[in-house]
């Protein structure tokens, strides 16, 4: 199983970025889904998480902001990010918890993508 993403790069305060995560492999099921992001210096933080049938957990400092959806048809999430800020810059990952299919059994694992620079600046 793989976790590939999308969509990183430079954008200036104000503007607005989408990035994508589109797993492939031997999935069976594609259970959560969540967006994190490192930024220099700082540890790993939940950006915004999708458990379940759709329910929604975002972290205060994006709430309004930013946006997590998925196409379960396409096994992708995405994060639409809007009015970007200088301290949104960071390293942006995509995760997923998955039961894939090794063999004749289901496994159950914890996924991430590979990671994408997001810089905000002018």
């Known amino acids: 199983v793989q976790l590939v993403e999308s969509g990183g790069g430079l954008v200036q305060p104000g503007e607005s970025l989408r990035r994508s995560c589109a797993a492939s492999?031997?999935?069976?099921?594609?259970?959560?889904w969540a967006w994190y992001r490192q930024a220099p210096g700082s540890n790993r933080g939940l950006v915004a998480k999708i458990k379940g049938r759709d329910r929604l957990n975002s972290a205060d400092s994006v709430k309004g902001r930013f946006a997590i959806s998925r196409d379960n048809a396409k096994k992708t999430v995405y994060l639409q990010m809007t009015n970007l800020r200088p301290e949104d810059t960071a390293v942006y990952y995509c995760?997923?918890?998955?039961?894939?299919?090794?063999?004749?059994?289901?496994?159950?694992?914890?996924?991430w993508g590979q990671g994408t620079l997001v810089t905000v600046s002018s």
């Open positions: 492999g031997s999935i069976f099921r594609i259970h959560n």
């Open positions: 995760n997923a918890d998955i039961t894939a299919e090794a063999g004749s059994r289901l496994e159950l694992d914890h996924y």
